[in-house]
């Protein structure tokens, strides 16, 4: 039987404590960078995390930082530009190569194909269960459509993403139902690493992040 033991929350402002600071370069940043380059900007208020635009998937794994088990919430903001907007968040990495992540493409939020209204909010364990296998033999099982059903793909969402031994569930902007809730695919993760994450062509901006870790009896 698992049992579940919450931490204090850890408000991880790291670079996105909100001032009148100039703009920090990746070199200032609390971060471990793979295949992107970084920087902090400011929007009025707003401290923001910008990603570059490359080919390939790109991380910013967050330093002195680990993650099994808890609640991961940030604000992501893509573009509405078809397959050069991928985005969210990347956890129990071992390295690169290997980790699970939960991403959304915005450029899928509203669009007028209904298949790909289902392929907005994504699930993979890479590199074993990337997207095209688990659509290939788990069709719409570990993807979904956005819900509330109503959010502009150029505008910032939030996400809340809960994890709880081998079960991950993704809320979007406050809503209580989820948009999705699959099973891990690495129900023992060795792995620790947590950090922001984009895919192939994608740039992207991700602000306010909040991890809120919880002891688990596995």
Same mark, same amino acid.
């Given at each position: 039987?698992?049992?579940?033991?919450? %931490?204090?929350?850890? $408000?991880? %402002? $790291?670079?996105?404590?909100?001032?009148?600071?100039?703009?920090?370069?990746?070199?200032?940043?609390?971060?471990?960078?793979?295949?992107?380059?970084?920087?902090?900007?400011?929007?009025?208020?707003?401290?923001?995390?910008?990603?570059?635009?490359?080919?390939?998937? &790109?991380?910013?794994?967050?330093?002195?930082?680990?993650?099994?088990? &808890?609640?991961?919430?940030?604000?992501a903001r893509g573009r509405n530009v078809l397959q050069k907007s991928f985005l969210g968040i990347a956890l129990h990495g071992k390295d690169?190569?290997?980790?699970?992540?939960?991403?959304?493409?915005?450029?899928?939020?509203?669009a007028t194909d209904s298949t790909r209204r289902v392929h907005a909010v994504q699930y993979a364990f890479e590199p074993k269960f990337g997207?095209?296998?688990?659509?290939?033999?788990?069709?719409?099982?570990?993807?979904?459509?956005?819900?509330?059903?109503?959010?502009?793909?150029?505008?910032?969402?939030?996400?809340?993403?809960?994890?709880?031994?081998?079960?991950?569930?993704?809320?979007? =902007?406050?809503?209580?139902?989820?948009?999705?809730?699959?099973?891990?695919? =690495?129900? =023992?993760?060795? &792995?620790?690493?947590?950090?922001?994450?984009?895919?192939?062509?994608?740039?992207?901006?991700?602000?306010?992040?909040? $991890?809120?870790?919880?002891?688990?009896?596995?």
């Open positions: 039987m698992k049992s579940f033991y919450p %931490l204090i929350a850890i $408000l991880l %402002l $790291l670079s996105f404590k909100a001032s009148a600071q100039t703009a920090k370069s990746q070199e200032q940043l609390p971060y471990t960078v793979h295949n992107r380059t970084i920087e902090q900007i400011t929007e009025g208020d707003l401290a923001i995390l910008r990603f570059s635009e490359a080919n390939g998937a &790109g991380l910013a794994w967050i330093k002195n930082t680990e993650f099994t088990d &808890g609640t991961i919430e940030f604000d690169n190569e290997t980790y699970e992540t939960i991403y959304l493409r915005p450029f899928n939020f509203q997207f095209q296998q688990l659509r290939n033999t788990h069709k719409d099982q570990y993807e979904s459509a956005i819900l509330p059903a109503n959010i502009n793909p150029s505008d910032w969402f939030h996400v809340k993403v809960e994890v709880k031994a081998d079960q991950i569930t993704v809320f979007l =902007n406050g809503n209580k139902q989820p948009c999705l809730e699959v099973k891990s695919l =690495n129900p =023992n993760p060795s &792995g620790k690493m947590i950090g922001f994450w984009v895919g192939n062509s994608s740039n992207g901006d991700f602000a306010n992040f909040k $991890l809120t870790k919880y002891k688990v009896s596995r």
